[in-house]
């Protein structure tokens, strides 16, 4: 597997207080790579310092052959990452539209930025129905596809989703990994922190699990499926 | 009758372009970083007093000296920006608000230390008096004034609602998380706010100093006053509601001077705000935010 994405014995603290202690994983190209774990275990964590918007204090993460630790969030964005934050935390005040520009806010080439913003438009019918009304004024599960769609304006080469299924109703939930699944047949590189592994086990060829700031499972989707523990953990297997 | 009414709007609008500029200002620093600027003010005298200085030491004329002013309240803008702000980014808003007090008395000092007389003059920008304009008695410079503030409120405009610096300041203001989530690079852009609001209000400064033909080192203590409460008429934070207050208080003191004196002109400028902040917490334009966060304190 070419790794895109290539984190090694990355060690990030708040204060005194390790979150992540030591974390190795990888995201291949054209993959969706899944991330479990219980909450509290690292994982928003480890989105933020891959994202760059953390300094780790050890260990080296590398994106297309180039080294990011430490590089700040624009540059990172400008490398070819885009993040879909928990809580989707779209510009509400802002219209459809705006939100969309502000994604491609750090890219140069202006004449295909409108082409690719007429493309998402037509990937998401109802954000161009509402796309001069305020972010605020979407649903749920419409700000989510505004929160997914902003990061794909920015053209990325992988895509980090930090739990989009988070507060959705579970017909939404659905939706959105319809749509993850279609991203990844147009071959969109992505990195999904999730907790609903019912829903992640459709769509993902990969999968890490990571508990008190280490990854605990590392494995394809098959060994997870089988795996004792997290069959009772995560998949509410009680046999 | 109607003639002073006329005119007295008129003078009154000019007057208040100034204040809407200095408004604007402001409402710029406090829309992007939810913090109260009170060394605004001082940093529109420093500007002037540069103005004052290369007047007076190489007899500039009014174009040297407006390029002064302007240059002079940006670096004291960014002085400002570095010692009361950008040390304290997130959180700290009365901290950063006190040290501008702090800073505003130290600039004021400063000024006084480098220029120690009591008022100095400006270079007016337009020599000749008055217009006719058939019973009407127009100042020049005041046309001027207004014609500058327009064409300064419309490029600001442009400039937020237009660009793509516009479109990262509407951003970081909405989210800063999210604006640094797309890429956008949250400390630059904030410097850059402060800097801009410092030549918006350095332009004002300067318009209303050649209006008056001199200056004192009580001019930041007055810029701040006049900003301020036009800034709050209008609803701190929005742009339209920075013009539409410091209008608004421009030609309510312009009436109030004419019918009843200096005294009671000031008077009525903080009655006014007193009025408005009672029957409209959130200014011309706020009223919503203010009950949302009623709302939100009521939940508590």
Redesign the interface.
């Known amino acids: 597997m070419s790794a895109l994405l290539d984190v090694r014995d990355v060690v990030t603290s708040y204060g005194r207080i390790q979150a992540l202690r030591g974390v190795s994983l990888r995201a291949g190209a054209g993959r969706v790579t899944c991330l479990l774990g219980p909450n509290g275990a690292g994982k928003t964590t480890l989105m933020m310092t891959v994202?760059g918007?953390l300094k780790p204090q050890a260990g080296q993460i590398e994106f297309l052959g180039k080294r990011i630790a430490g590089a700040?969030?624009?540059a990172?964005?400008?490398s070819g990452m885009?993040?879909v934050?928990e809580n989707r935390?779209?510009?509400?005040?802002?219209t459809v539209m705006?939100n969309l520009?502000?994604?491609a806010?750090?890219r140069k080439d202006r004449d295909k930025v409108a082409a690719d913003r007429e493309r998402l438009l037509d990937r998401f019918p109802r954000l161009r129905e509402r796309s001069r009304q305020l972010a605020g004024t979407l649903s749920g599960g419409e700000q989510q596809m505004l929160a997914i769609a902003?990061?794909l304006m920015?053209s990325p080469s992988l895509l980090l989703m930090d739990e989009p299924s988070v507060g959705l109703a579970p017909l939404v939930v659905q939706e959105i990994f319809e749509v993850i699944a279609e991203l990844k047949r147009d071959g969109v590189s992505i990195f999904l922190v999730e907790q609903n592994v019912h829903m992640a086990l459709k769509v993902a060829d990969h999968f890490y699990l990571m508990d008190h700031g280490r990854i605990a499972f590392d494995g394809a989707p098959q060994a997870l499926a089988e795996d004792e523990v997290i069959r009772r953990a995560y998949l509410g297997d009680r046999r | 009758m109607w003639v002073d009414l006329f005119q007295n709007t008129i003078e009154g609008m000019a007057n208040g372009s100034a204040y809407a500029l200095m408004a604007l200002g402001f409402t710029l620093m406090f829309g992007v970083v939810g913090k109260l600027n009170l060394a605004y003010g001082a940093v529109l005298m420093v500007g002037v007093y540069a103005g004052v200085y290369v007047h007076l030491e190489w007899q500039a004329g009014w174009a040297a000296s407006a390029v002064a002013v302007v240059l002079g309240a940006v670096v004291a803008g960014i002085y400002v920006e570095r010692t009361c702000f950008a040390p304290m980014r997130h959180g700290a808003a009365i901290t950063s608000m006190v040290a501008s007090f702090a800073i505003w008395m130290q600039l004021e000092e400063a000024a006084t230390l480098a220029l120690p007389r009591h008022s100095y003059p400006f270079p007016s920008l337009v020599e000749g008096t008055v217009i006719h304009l058939g019973p009407l008695l127009l100042r020049r410079d005041h046309l001027v004034m207004l014609a500058v503030a327009l064409v300064v409120m419309a490029a600001l405009e442009w400039l937020v609602r237009g660009s793509?610096f516009g479109?990262?300041l509407?951003?970081i203001a909405?989210?800063p998380?999210?604006?640094?989530?797309?890429?956008?690079?949250v400390e630059r852009t904030l410097f850059f706010a402060f800097v801009l609001a410092s030549a918006v209000g350095g332009v004002a400064g300067w318009l209303v100093a050649s209006a008056d033909q001199h200056v004192s080192a009580m001019f930041g203590m007055w810029a701040t006053f006049k900003g301020l409460i036009a800034a709050m008429l209008g609803g701190l934070g929005s742009l339209r509601g920075a013009v539409a207050g410091g209008l608004l208080l421009g030609v309510v003191e312009a009436h109030a001077l004419w019918l009843a004196g200096p005294q009671i002109r000031d008077l009525c400028a903080y009655l006014l705000l007193f009025l408005l902040l009672i029957l409209r917490p959130g200014g011309l334009s706020g009223q919503a935010r203010i009950q949302r966060d009623a709302a939100a304190y009521g939940r508590l």
Do not use: Q
Request: proline share 5%.
């Open positions: 994202a918007l700040s969030p624009s990172i964005v400008k885009a993040l934050p935390l779209v510009f509400k005040d802002m705006d520009e502000a994604g806010i750090t902003r990061a920015s | 793509r479109l990262g509407r951003a909405e989210n998380r999210a604006a640094g989530f797309v890429g956008r690079n």
